[in-house]
């Protein structure tokens, strides 16, 4: 891309699905009309830096499949890489349950930081190291004992004399150590004694008591706050997330109904280490993550960026919508199903309902109205996915409303009804696909087995979409700590890397007979 003397925008393209992309833009998405260069004489000044930085983006494997040529190339020009929001950062491939998200405006922040630091500083203090939190609140009392300290040497000087707080052979008023020393007694309620003639009341300066009175409110004060946040920081459940461990990897697996239908879903594990002391009201959230480059920034500082997504995944077992409850004191599998609803699902998969049979854009697929539903609620009637687009009446399967379709065409013949406008002129063979057949896969229904070559192709879609959003999965564990009664949250990222395709997990809870106990 460059300048040309005229002031016009110049754009040198070796790849047609950026050129095409850019010839749909409008004067409005692309503030200049851009005029293409096909042929490299028409333009010679920018040539070779157009040429220069394109064979530095272009590191591409020449041996790789004709059929991810397009999606490597433009993947590597954006130099993807897999960054997540939730390091795996401790031993087993789990997390501290901390996420990578800072805040960019620099200027903005420094607001931000004063207003939560004017709103909400004792959770601000909070957050702070152990150590640093110590050195402040050490800091803070030392000050209070050297501030009065101070204000008792000001008072014997206005009152020579009378407070009694140096000795009587002394001149002047009373020495700084000596000072420090009553005001460190009085902090501490050490009571040590009292410096030089006076006695305990102090009945000739009431400003010493006015002093020691204030002194005392503001120590019990001070030691009360001190109590409250070492107990508060003492009894964080945020640790307690560290013993809930996740599996390193999640599952991509496909399975078969009994009515041939192919499902795929994602299952992952988790198991609570503490199990004698099983966590409380435990359920479990599933985020996906889709990194997506910026095409265009707003500005040249943007070079770089990825355009972050969160969406949320419906969670199949344990059934969210019974609350997704789980008991993590044994080995528990989450799953979610991949259907045309579903956020990580493949563009191919999902232009289609019940396993590649119903187009979504035929009518006779209900509109989700932008919630995330869930395709399985439909085949156990807790909600009808399709109609039918002659008489409006919805169906929960696929093969009830084929069944509809070709009894309303039997009544309406035998009735004479035209066909125009009747259930006569669907076709079902046409309008409905066969759908990935169980046939081309396995011998019997259930899960599949993906160990050889020919299955595992079944997963190439979702390999290279997975890899070109640059797809991150977040698995949120909540539950309460039965001991201080508090909420936590453990913390899981699967990237591209992490996802198998095809399996299932290996048995990990066995019973000993012997000992007669169950082992993990």
């Known amino acids: 891309v460059w300048l040309s003397d005229d002031g016009a925008c110049h754009f040198m393209f070796k790849d047609t699905m950026l050129k095409s992309m850019m010839d749909n833009l409008t004067e409005t998405e692309a503030d200049v009309t851009p005029q293409w260069c096909v042929d490299e004489t028409q333009v010679e000044e920018g040539k070779e830096a157009a040429e220069v930085a394109w064979e530095e983006s272009s590191d591409i494997d020449d041996s790789s499949s004709s059929d991810d040529s397009d999606f490597l190339r433009s993947t590597q020009r954006a130099n993807i890489t897999t960054r997540r929001i939730l390091e795996r950062n401790l031993p087993f491939h789990q997390s501290k349950n901390t996420l990578s998200i800072g805040n960019h405006n620099k200027s903005a922040l420094k607001k931000m930081a004063w207003f939560i630091y004017h709103h909400d500083w004792f959770h601000l203090y909070l957050r702070l190291p152990t150590y640093a ?37 002394d001149d002047g008023s009373i020495k700084y150590g000596s000072a420090f020393a009553f005001s460190l007694e009085t902090t501490t309620t050490v009571g040590y004694g009292l410096p030089g003639d006076s006695n305990a009341f102090f009945e000739n300066c009431p400003s010493v008591q006015v002093c020691i009175y204030f002194h005392m409110v503001l120590s019990m004060m001070f030691n009360a706050f001190l109590f409250s946040f070492f107990f508060a920081r003492l009894s964080r459940c945020e640790q307690r997330a560290i013993q809930v461990i996740f599996s390193d990897k999640a599952i991509v697996k496909r399975e078969f109904t009994k009515d041939g239908i192919c499902r795929y879903k994602l299952d992952v ?26 095409l265009m920034g707003v500005s040249a500082n943007d070079e770089g960026y990825h355009d972050l997504k969160f969406s949320p995944m419906r969670v199949e077992n344990p059934n969210d919508e019974l609350g997704a409850m789980l008991y993590i004191s044994a080995p528990h599998i989450i799953s979610h199903h991949i259907g045309m609803y579903s956020p990580i699902c493949p563009p191919e998969k999902k232009a289609f309902a019940e396993g590649g049979r119903v187009p979504i854009k035929s009518g006779f697929v209900v509109d ?22 002659v008489c409006g009446e919805t169906y929960g399967t696929y093969k009830n409303l084929v069944r509809h379709i070709e009894q309303n065409k039997r009544l309406e013949a035998n009735d004479g009804v035209p066909i125009i406008d009747s259930h006569q002129e669907l076709n079902v063979q046409k309008i409905f696909k066969r759908g990935e057949s169980y046939d081309r896969c396995h011998s019997s229904y259930g899960i599949m087995d993906d160990s050889n070559n020919e299955n595992a192709g079944c997963y190439d879609q979702f390999k290279k ?21 508090g909420t936590f949250q453990a913390m899981q990222s699967y990237a591209f890397e992490d996802i198998v395709y095809g399996g299932e997990f290996a048995p990990c809870m066995l019973s000993d007979q012997q000992e007669g106990i169950a082992k993990v």
């Open 133 to 169: 939190s110590v050195l402040i609140f050490l800091s803070l009392w030392t000050s209070m004992i050297l501030v009065f300290a101070g204000l008792y040497i000001a008072i014997d000087k206005s009152h020579p004399g009378d407070c009694g707080l140096s000795f009587t052979d």
């Open 269 to 294: 594990r988790a198991y609570d280490i503490d199990s004698p002391h099983p966590i409380v009201e435990t359920h479990v959230r599933i985020y996906a993550i889709k990194h997506t480059p910026l």
């Open 368 to 389: 989700s109205a932008g919630f995330r539903l869930r395709e399985l609620d439909s085949h156990v009637e807790t909600r009808t996915g399709l109609q039918c687009t």
């Open 465 to 485: 979409h997975f890899k070109e959003c640059n797809l991150e999965i977040l698995v949120i564990i909540e539950g309460i700590d039965p001991m201080m009664s």
